[in-house]
Every structure is written in C-alpha cells, then in structure tokens.
C-alpha cells in the first residue's frame, strides 16, 4: 500500500511540473507573440508641418514626401519593406521609388501606385489627386479610376470626378505659389489661411463663387490682392491676422 502511494504521488507530481511547465511555455509565447505586436505596432512615424511650412520627408525605402502648410502623416516604418502605406490629411507631393505597391489613405479616399510622381489634397469636402509621372490608381467607396500623366481627379463634397488636364510637371506650391482651377471660393480661403496663419471672417460673401487664379506664400499682401480683388471683394486687415471679408 504505502508503495502504491508513492507511485501515486510520484505521478501526481509529474503531472503537476508537466501542467506547471506547459502553462509556462504558453505565457511566454503569449509573450512573444505580445512583444512582436507590439514592436510592429509602436514607433509609428508621425510628421507634421505649421502654418506657411513646408516639409521633406524620406521614406524607409528613398521616396520623398513633400508636405504643405498644416498637414500631417504617419507610417510604420517597421512594417515598410512589406507594407508601404501612409496616412495623409492636408496635402502632399510624393516621389515613389519603383517597388511593391505605395498607398496613401485619406478619409475622402485612397490612392496606390507602383513608381510614379502625383500630388494628394484632403481636406474636409475637398479631395484632388493629380498624377504627374506613371499611373495612379485613387479608389473611394463609389469610384476608381486610373490617373496618367497630367490627368486629376476631384471630389468636391461628395462627387469625385475626372478633371482637367495639366501641363505641369511639379504642383505651383512646392515652389511657393498656390494654383486654383474653377474651385469654390471657400476652399480658396482655407488655403489662404493655412498658408499665412489667417482667420477670415466670410460670412458676408457667398463662398460657393468659383475661383480660377493663384496666390503667392511670399507676401501677403498681394496674396489677398490676387484672390479677392479679382473677384471684386473687399477685405480689411485687422489685428492678429483677421481678415474681413465686405
């Protein structure tokens, strides 16, 4: 009897270091597995430009990222060589090395490519994608469509459609002026304020006038010259950067 306990006991605690010693390798690999998680999630890359700032950023595999006034964008460079994607609010002009396929996601849509140069604007109600080298693909809930050079989409509210055509090789704002196509007064004035560090006050002209013209960053003046004077607008500069609209 008393060596039948023994064995008893004997097998009991075997069973027991064996339950003891599996519940331990499974904690650490939970833990491993956490920690890769965690190392792949974490150290995202946040940039962000102020009022009137431009910015370049160099991607993990050698594209470029210009940046306007007042945007931002993220990435996870651990998980680049794989996944090339960005998050992107304001605007941005991207060089994309040739490679696995570069996207960008916005709230008013996504754009993916190959190897190619194309600019990007998301604002609220506002989106345009203009493909300056290659061939874009920009895909929202709705539409796709397949930019080649000098072809741009826009989505002003809730209608993305295919726009005008573009002679430029580079967007007018990575060298300090601003260009406007047939664009609503109000997204104009946005643009105006993002650049310069504005608040103006519009609430007594109709911001759906369309705008065909551009801005310079240099100087302030003649920046508000050449938006509002063209469209017959008085404005008043006030202090701390308000401008009236009359």
Same mark, same amino acid.
């Given at each position: 009897t008393k060596i039948k306990n023994r064995i008893a006991l004997k097998k009991k605690d075997t069973t027991n270091r064996t339950s003891y010693i599996w519940t331990l390798s499974i904690a650490a690999t939970f833990a491993i597995l956490f920690g890769l998680f965690f190392l792949?999630?974490?150290?995202?890359?946040?940039?962000?430009?102020?009022?009137?700032?431009?910015?370049?950023?160099?991607?993990?595999?050698?594209?470029?990222?210009?940046?306007?006034?007042k945007s931002g964008l993220n990435f996870n460079p651990n998980s680049w060589v794989t996944n090339r994607i960005l998050?992107?609010?304001?605007?941005?002009?991207?060089?994309?090395?040739?490679?696995?396929?570069?996207?960008? !996601? *916005?709230?008013?849509?996504?754009?993916?490519?190959?190897? *190619?140069?194309?600019?990007?604007? *998301? *604002?609220?109600?506002?989106?345009?994608?203009?493909?300056?080298?290659?061939?874009?693909?920009?895909? !929202?809930?709705?539409?796709?469509?397949?930019?080649?050079?000098?072809?741009?989409?826009?989505?002003?509210?809730?209608?993305?459609?295919e726009e005008y055509f573009t002679t430029n090789s580079f967007p007018a704002w990575t060298k300090g002026e601003s260009k406007f196509m047939s664009v609503p007064l109000e997204f104009v004035i946005r643009s105006l304020e993002k650049q310069y560090n504005l608040v103006i006050q519009s609430n007594k002209v109709d911001l759906t006038r369309i705008y065909t013209g551009s801005f310079t960053h240099q100087d302030l003046?003649?920046?508000?010259?050449?938006?509002?004077?063209?469209?017959?607008?008085?404005?008043?500069?006030?202090?701390?950067?308000?401008?009236?609209l009359e």
């Open positions: 792949m999630t974490s150290n995202e890359i946040n940039h962000t430009t102020t009022f009137g700032e431009q910015k370049t950023i160099e991607l993990p595999d050698g594209s470029l990222a210009t940046m306007n006034s998050n992107l609010t304001g605007e941005a002009y991207f060089k994309v090395k040739k490679g696995s396929q570069f996207s960008v !996601n *916005t709230t008013n849509g996504n754009i993916s490519v190959l190897g *190619t140069e194309f600019n990007v604007k *998301t *604002t609220d109600n506002f989106f345009e994608v203009v493909c300056y080298e290659g061939k874009v693909k920009v895909k !929202n809930d709705h539409k796709e469509f397949i930019l080649t050079p000098g072809k741009s989409v826009r989505k002003i509210n809730e209608n993305l459609e003046d003649i920046a508000l010259a050449s938006v509002f004077k063209t469209m017959n607008i008085k404005y008043l500069k006030k202090e701390n950067g308000i401008i009236s």
